[in-house]
């Protein structure tokens, strides 16, 4: 007997077999066996984290007119662009986990408190990670905020079933939703995969974002691998060159198990140079330690590589916890 999708019912596509969605035809399998998970844990180095590294949180204005953002940690960031404030895959948990007591832990405290977070407008919610959906935040974010969440397909059985009023709009890639007159996030391939538990593994889609707020584009990856590169150059064959991209530069080691799912950070200069981005800032690194690489690494090869290939490092930032950036004026490359 077939296994039964309990997250989304749906036509068959060319990314979704009836049951499973698939990544785009001709990129790299993201599926890893038990024995590669064993083979893994057997070989990992004991690379040490810090237990905890102080971070300074900020209170962010209530609106801001051009475009800023600020880390709060991982893949969590405040966008806040022509007076809206849009969070992107929002955990303020201690760990990324479905319990409380175990699972990744994370080592920086959000960089804004939850309680000094601006109106929340919009989520843009990616998959269905822990380290990405993370029910408690939600709980939290739709008791203060009652934001819009738009996520891709599936997602929403999730959200919906601990959230019965949630507002969430849920699409497929290449569809689009109105977050506020002028703005609109479309939903985007990306290289990954989703699971929650045993057995449910790619039943609900994945993706990326591109954001559009009046003449602004902003490109949020999260979670990918990079693979062929066709994604990322069809997406600024179809959008243009974003303004800001955030991409992900971290949770890479060891590469044959991770490659196909996760940028190291030379890779995402690749993506960053592949949409003709303006502008980046890195994220999903050094919040929680989720594979081998030391936790400064990821900063450290990052700036290496853009000063190999002679872009300057202002271009492409790491921010870390609290800090922000503002891009108005946009740099240009």
Do not use: C
């Not at 599926?31 to 237990?51: E, M, N, Q, V, Y």
């Not at 800001?244 to 490659?259: E, H, N, V």
């Amino acid at each position: 007997m077939p296994d039964r999708n309990r997250y989304y019912t749906g036509p068959a596509t060319d990314h979704f077999d009836g049951t499973r969605f698939l990544n785009p035809a001709g990129e790299p399998e993201t599926d890893r066996s038990f024995g590669d998970i064993l083979r893994w844990r057997r070989t990992a180095p004991a690379t040490k984290w810090p237990k905890t590294i102080a971070v300074t949180p900020v209170v962010p204005e209530r609106r801001v007119e051009g475009l800023r953002v600020t880390m709060v940690g991982h893949a969590t960031l405040l966008i806040q662009v022509g007076g809206l404030n849009i969070l992107t895959d929002p955990v303020w948990s201690d760990r990324a986990s479905p319990v409380q007591f175990a699972g990744p832990k994370r080592v920086t405290a959000p960089g804004i408190r939850i309680e000094d977070l601006p109106p929340i407008d919009a989520i843009l919610l990616s998959h269905n990670h822990y380290d990405h959906l993370d029910i408690p935040t939600l709980k939290a974010l739709h008791a203060r905020h009652a934001p819009l969440i738009v996520t891709p397909l599936g997602n929403d059985s999730t959200i919906l079933r601990h959230i019965p009023k949630a507002r969430v709009s849920a699409g497929d890639w290449g569809d689009a939703f109105d977050i506020a007159p002028g703005a609109r996030a479309h939903i985007v391939p990306a290289l990954h995969w989703s699971s929650r538990g045993m057995g449910d593994r790619r039943m609900a889609l994945w993706g990326g974002f591109m954001l559009r707020v009046g003449e602004r584009l902003i490109y949020f990856a999260s979670d990918t691998g990079y693979g062929t590169g066709n994604i990322f150059r069809r997406l600024h064959e179809e959008f243009g060159p974003p303004d800001l991209a955030l991409l992900p530069i971290g949770a890479y080691d060891p590469r044959w198990f991770m490659a196909a799912q996760h940028t190291d950070p030379e890779e995402a200069i690749q993506i960053m140079r592949d949409l003709g981005a303006r502008a980046a800032v890195a994220m999903h690194w050094g919040t929680f330690k989720l594979t081998d690489e030391p936790r400064e690494d990821p900063a450290l090869r990052l700036r290496a590589g853009l000063v190999e290939r002679g872009i300057d490092p202002a271009a492409f930032v790491p921010l870390l916890p609290g800090e922000w950036a503002a891009f108005d004026p946009l740099l240009a490359l």
